[in-house]
């Protein structure tokens, strides 16, 4: 059993020249990737939780799934407020679960509580985008709670301003860019993830 244990931490090596395995990549604790709506903590998260072969939960997800319904109608049925509180024991209760990628979503980092146990369990990670990038994405989504408004972008403008300096708070930060692939961003992740040797390790 502790070979399997083992082994569900362990992502994959990294190879020499010749094809024999020099180094492994080992998570050690949480990684929590935090941003906007829009910035890809979804795609980038399963990507990444891929790679180092741990696995990978959705806070939003995990909400939708005990409530038995969407993040827009709990919002529309108990506002904003009930929300945020749902999600701050969602998020505490699945940082316990240890090394995991973990998706949050774009409100939950505001929460002071919720950056100090994420950070206090492992690491936030912050992906990193501008306003234009965002928009593109999620311009046409219908599951934006906080976009259903008369003007959308200005909404969004207005939610980025107010939000981008507490993401900054975040422990690492990697930036998005049109032209890069879900690949390309999980290779910055993990090459800025390398930075904290106590949340992924290289090991022979």
Known sequence: ???????????PGIFDGQGAAVLTLVLKKPVTVVGMMGAGKTAVGKALAARLRVPFLDSDAEIEAAAAMSIAEVFERDGEAFFRAREGEVIA???????????????????????EEISRAGVSLWLRADLE?????????????LLRTADPKATLRELYEAR?????????????DPSYSIADMT???IRVLKTRPDVLETRP
Not at 4 to 11: K, L, T
Not at 93 to 115: D, Q
Not at 133 to 145: F, M
């Open 133 to 145: 990038l965002l928009w593109q994405r999620v311009r046409h989504k219908t599951t934006r709670p």
């Open 1 to 11: 059993m502790a070979c399997s244990a083992r082994s569900r931490h362990e992502g």
């Open 164 to 176: 981008k300096g507490i993401y900054a708070l975040a422990d690492l930060a990697v930036d998005a």
């Open 187 to 189: 290779d910055h992740v």
């Open 93 to 115: 209760r699945l940082l316990a679960a240890g090394p995991i990628v973990l998706s949050t979503g774009g409100g939950a980092f505001l929460a002071e509580r919720n950056r």
